[in-house]
C-alpha cells in the first residue's frame, strides 16, 4: 500500500511539473507571438537612410566605429524600454 501511495506521490508530481511546463510555454509563445506583431517603427528605416546619405569624409569614420550597426541597437533598446515600462508589473 504504501508504495501505491508513493507511486501516485510521484506521478502527481509529474503532473504538476508537465503542466507547469506547458503553462509557462503557452504564455512565453503568445508572449513572442505578440511582439512579432509590434511593426518596426518608421524612424529605423529613415536613419538608416540617413547615414547612408552621409558624405565620404564622415563615412570614413563611421566604418570602423559601426555607427548604423551601434545606433540601431539602442534605437532597439529605448523602444524595448518604452514597452517594458508600459507593463504594470514590471515598470
Not at 29 to 58: C, H, M, R, W, Y
Not at 61 to 68: M, V, Y
Amino acid at each position: 500500500m504504501g508504495e501505491m501511495i508513493s507511486k501516485f506521490a510521484s506521478w502527481l508530481k509529474e503532473l504538476f511539473e508537465w503542466l507547469g511546463q506547458k503553462i509557462f510555454e503557452s504564455i512565453m509563445d503568445a508572449a513572442a507571438k505578440l511582439i512579432e506583431n509590434i511593426p518596426v517603427p518608421s524612424f529605423f528605416n529613415t536613419a538608416s537612410a540617413k547615414i547612408g546619405q552621409l558624405g565620404a569624409d564622415v563615412g570614413y569614420w563611421i566604418g570602423p566605429f559601426e555607427l548604423d550597426f551601434g545606433v540601431g541597437v539602442i534605437l532597439t533598446a529605448y523602444t524595448l524600454r518604452f514597452i517594458l515600462r508600459r507593463i504594470p508589473i514590471i515598470g
